[in-house]
């Protein structure tokens, strides 16, 4: 019998993971090599310093963008070659996402867009998930803007809004690529404490971009890429020793 | 899913015009049928009420096949500026799919509302000219009921044709990825053009056998009159063919245009933005293009048909008295139905024109953050404008005076018993009326982008979205 990841308690496993761009002497190797599981319930920060492959490995890992080597899981469906429909059905059954620039729809209010997996998904929440939205809501602090358009709300506020939709489904893993970068460092704050509480309190997994040391920190589990490789794998760390480390990388580069 | 209805405005406007005008003819038409049928010379005769109505029909047929040109490229452009949106609700898990039926169905929709104005509009005005005909004792006042079930078709029509056109140019949802609701995304030019071999293939076969009918038309056209039937589908296909291949005949046609606008930057960016997207330029172009053939096609066709007449006046004078009013008012009659067409694709190109300016809102403030003056910013855009509507109405001077020749010639030119070569007439009034019209589409596509465009900010195009 062959193990899944799930088995391992993964909620996302990559192995061999490679993307080039590009033919000939013009290659570029985003991707080198990559193997690594993120497991259930953790927040995982992925950090690296711009064109480190975090990007592309997030996109990937989501089913954004295909792999040129190497096979991809979410919990234990080989996502590699999924078509486009299906991978459609799993971004928006089994997959939340947080951005930088909040990507809400800005002609829906609030209730509309932390609604819009459902209704895409073409069904009304049952009593139980609409018991979880509620509370979802209530927590973010968003009773009092419900019927508010994106414009009118402050940006962190909006990222709120994101976050709220994409933990609505209570999806396998939550992406979150630089959900602070737009933010200022206090409302930066107020939202990674609102994602690590959502994985501490509710068992959300959730992978999160950054190049931001004080993100990071907030983390349980911390990946660095560099030069697409994982050069570095650690457990929950300070702001201090995740910029000395970065710093070090630096150095030796 | 709520609908963007405000995005389809121009569409609705489209739908409207077309149905007002299918609808307005029809009445018109029943109006003269009523009154033919009245009178008791010609009352007996039903043959000139059939004509009338197939004249109608013919005239509705082109307007509505106009409008489903615009409203798909009007479509195409609404879709171009939703890509990101798309490309979101796409990356939340919406099928590519289920968002082209939404753009489907707000054409449906459109479609419908546009085919009640119409039907309301075209009534309208067959009434008022009913009254003003009447009261100027051009007609004699007729029992013509206004409750006439065939004006259910062109408003069906109408609707249909704007749902297809709609579902038509939304092809394009189905190209966006989701990935592009993250970072920068940028059309897809290389993309684009890779994808279209089929549609070559398409536009150069029904070209190439267009244009054999066409020929064969002529020649046959010496010996018979029926060679214009020929000819006629002929024009039809190999014209649909330049349609289809319009991305590749009016890039190079718009390059020459644009160098003649000199060489300031205002200008060389204007002369650029033409040509830069291939698809883009030529979903506006064509249109227009295919308004101006139509109305040169028809002119050239005319004039011909008219020096005919006039050699022959001149050898027996006496034998074609009055014929000079007869002709005028036909070509006044002609030229008014076919003109309507060329204003729906007018229309469409001010809607587009429009539509794309507004959706480079951050390159036009990147432009002003580099130092482009407003004054600047607002000359590129007339020329831009300029350069898309003077192409068109080149191109459509061009091969409508082809397409009239050759219309011209295998109608008449075994006319005389013996095959004889035709010269083609040329109607310099409607060139001149056409240039003029030029201009002024060029300043009313121009006017609110422009306004919209020096309102933009620099500091737009450094501000993440």
Excluded at chain 2, 58 to 74: D, L, P, W
Excluded at chain 2, 125 to 134: F, G, Y
Aim: a neutral charge.
């Amino acid at each position: 019998m062959q193990i899944q990841p799930s088995d391992l308690g993964l909620i996302a496993r990559v192995t061999g993971l490679g993307k080039r761009y590009g033919h000939g002497a013009g290659t570029v190797t985003a991707l080198d090599d990559v193997s690594l599981g993120l497991r259930r319930g953790e927040f995982t920060a992925i950090m690296g310093p711009s064109g480190s492959g975090k990007s592309t490995l997030m996109h990937i890992m989501a089913g954004l963008d295909s792999p040129t080597a190497g096979r991809v899981w979410l919990g234990d469906t080989d996502i590699t070659e999924l078509s486009d429909s299906a991978l459609t059905v799993l971004r928006r059954r089994r997959i939340g996402f947080v951005f930088q620039s909040f990507n809400l729809v800005p002609t829906l209010d609030v209730r509309g867009n932390v609604m819009l997996p459902f209704e895409l998904d073409g069904r009304r929440p049952s009593r139980d998930e609409q018991a979880w939205i509620d509370e979802l809501i209530g927590s973010l602090g968003l009773s009092a803007r419900l019927r508010h358009r994106p414009h009118e709300l402050s940006g962190g506020q909006q990222q709120r809004v994101a976050i709220a939709r994409a933990l609505a489904t209570r999806p396998d893993l939550v992406f979150a690529d630089e959900p602070t970068g737009n933010l200022d460092s206090r409302t930066g704050r107020e939202v990674l404490g609102l994602l690590a509480t959502a994985s501490a309190s509710y068992g959300q997994s959730i992978a999160m971009v950054t190049h931001d040391p004080v993100a990071a920190s907030h983390a349980d589990r911390i990946l660095f890429l560099a030069d697409g490789r994982i050069v570095r794998d650690t457990g929950r760390s300070s702001a201090e020793e995740i910029s000395a480390f970065m710093l070090s990388m630096e150095v030796a580069a | 899913m709520r609908t963007r209805i405000r995005d389809q405005w121009p569409t609705l406007l489209v739908a409207a015009l077309a149905g007002t005008f299918g609808v307005a003819l029809l009445h018109v038409t029943g109006l003269l049928g009523a009154a033919i049928a009245a009178d008791e010379v010609t009352g007996e005769s039903a043959t000139v009420t059939l004509i009338l109505g197939i004249v109608a029909s013919v005239f509705i047929v082109i307007a509505v096949y106009v409008s489903a040109i615009v409203t798909a490229n009007t479509v195409a452009t609404v879709v171009a500026g939703r890509t990101r949106l798309i490309a979101l609700l796409r990356l939340i898990g919406s099928s590519a799919r289920s968002q082209r039926a939404q753009i489907a169905k707000e054409g449906l929709l459109v479609g419908l509302v546009g085919a009640v104005i119409g039907v309301g509009a075209g009534t309208g005005a067959a009434m008022l000219l009913e009254q003003v005909a009447v009261a100027t004792d051009l007609m004699p006042a007729t029992d013509y009921d206004y409750l006439n079930p065939a004006v259910v078709l062109p408003a069906v029509a109408v609707a249909i044709t704007t749902w297809l056109a709609a579902w038509v140019g939304s092809r394009r949802v189905l190209r966006v990825r989701p990935i592009q609701a993250i970072g920068d995304s940028h059309e897809q030019d290389r993309e684009e053009l890779s994808r279209h071999r089929v549609r070559n293939i398409a536009a150069i076969v029904l070209v190439v056998f267009g244009v054999g009918l066409l020929v064969a038309g002529i020649l046959w056209g010496l010996t018979e009159p029926y060679g214009v039937l020929v000819a006629m589908v002929g024009g039809i296909l190999s014209f649909t063919g330049i349609v289809l291949g319009a991305h590749v005949v009016m890039p190079p046609v718009l390059r020459l245009v644009g160098r003649a606008f000199g060489t300031s930057p205002a200008a060389r960016l204007a002369a650029e933005n033409a040509v830069r997207h291939p698809e883009r330029s030529s979903r506006m172009t064509i249109g227009l293009v295919i308004g101006v053939t139509l109305v040169t096609t028809f002119a050239v066709t005319m004039e011909s048909y008219r020096e005919l007449i006039r050699a022959a006046q001149r050898a027996q004078p006496e034998v074609y008295q009055g014929v000079d009013q007869m002709l005028d008012v036909t070509v006044a009659v002609f030229t008014v139905l076919i003109g309507f067409s060329a204003l729906i694709a007018a229309i469409g190109m001010v809607n587009t024109l429009s539509l794309s300016v507004m959706q480079r809102t951050r390159e036009l403030g990147l432009l002003r953050a580099l130092g482009f003056e407003r004054r600047q910013l607002r000359w590129m855009i007339v020329a831009e404008s300029a350069a898309l509507t003077l192409a068109a109405t080149v191109t459509g001077i061009v091969l409508g005076f082809g397409y009239g020749w050759a219309g011209a010639q295998s109608l008449l030119g075994g006319a005389q018993g013996e095959g004889t070569v035709v010269l083609p007439g040329i109607p310099w009034a409607m060139f001149g009326v056409l240039l003029v019209a030029a201009g002024v589409l060029t300043l009313a596509a121009s006017i609110a982008p422009a306004r919209r465009a020096m309102r933009v900010a620099p500091v737009v195009a450094l501000a993440v979205e």
